[in-house]
């Protein structure tokens, strides 16, 4: 199985809202709602901000949901702060025993 | 808090053997299944295998599958990751993660160890 497609970047400004597409097959994603997305500062470690579709742990900003739709699931920043800026990862677990990641999105705000 | 800390990585000639460790701390160990999940420099994301929270099932990546090992010590709260028959393209920061439910999500991460594999 190939990675998940991903945009390699993305960008808006400040206070508006971006979404970024995470696209696979239906092997890819299964009958399941197991998708999650991880945000990665420069330097660190990957951080979970939304799971299981559009789920989000505690302390996570409600700025941040989750959607998908047939093979394509989707991360919405809104309301977007300086902070954001980092690079962003969905992940599928189509119950094959196998973990894919998409390749990754970079997010500038402007 | 959920603590975890890796070590053991370093520079290693191909062919040649590493085993990474993690400690958990801030959690029942035994009661959380384990990932590694890889990250090649200026590269995405790669997960690498995982093992259930009593060791009875592991599965791995096609890259590392017959290579690595994963395994855990519950009375140590450590994770292993065994690396055999290195090669260059293994080389990574190496992240041990946990996981959460029938979805594999992974809540909490380590800083990540680095892998160079060079002659």
């Known amino acids: 199985q190939s990675a998940l497609t991903q945009p390699p970047s993305a960008s808006a400004s400040p206070g508006q809202s971006v979404t970024i597409s995470c696209t696979g097959t239906?092997?890819?994603?299964?009958?399941?709602?197991?998708v999650s997305w991880y945000q990665q500062h420069p330097g660190k470690a990957p951080k979970l901000i939304i799971y299981?579709?559009?789920k989000r742990p505690s302390g996570v900003p409600d700025r941040f949901s989750g959607s998908k739709s047939g093979n394509t699931a989707s991360l919405t920043v809104s309301g977007l702060q300086a902070e954001d800026e980092a690079d962003y990862y969905c992940?599928?677990?189509?119950?094959?025993?196998?973990?894919?990641f998409g390749g990754g999105t970079k997010l500038t705000v402007l | 808090q959920v603590q975890l800390v890796e070590s053991g990585g370093g520079v290693v000639q191909p062919g040649r053997s590493l085993r990474l460790s993690c400690v958990a701390s801030?959690?029942?160990?035994?009661?959380?299944?384990m990932h590694w999940v890889r990250q090649a420099p200026g590269k995405g994301l790669e997960w690498v295998a995982i093992?259930?929270?009593?060791?009875?099932?592991?599965y791995y990546a096609d890259s590392v599958k017959g290579r690595f090992t994963i395994s855990k010590d519950n009375s140590k709260n450590t994770l292993y990751l065994q690396m055999d028959s290195l090669r260059v393209e293994d080389t990574a920061m190496y992240f041990c993660?946990?996981?959460?439910?029938?979805?594999?999500?992974?809540?909490?991460w380590g800083q990540g160890t680095l892998v160079t594999v060079s002659s």
């Open positions: 992940s599928s677990n189509a119950g094959s025993n196998n973990v894919l």
């Open positions: 239906s092997s890819d994603f299964g009958a399941y709602n197991y």
């Open positions: 801030g959690l029942t160990f035994r009661n959380y299944g």
């Open positions: 993660t946990t996981s959460r439910g029938s979805s594999w999500y992974k809540d909490h």
């Open positions: 299981e579709v559009n």
């Open positions: 093992i259930w929270y009593d060791g009875s099932n592991k």
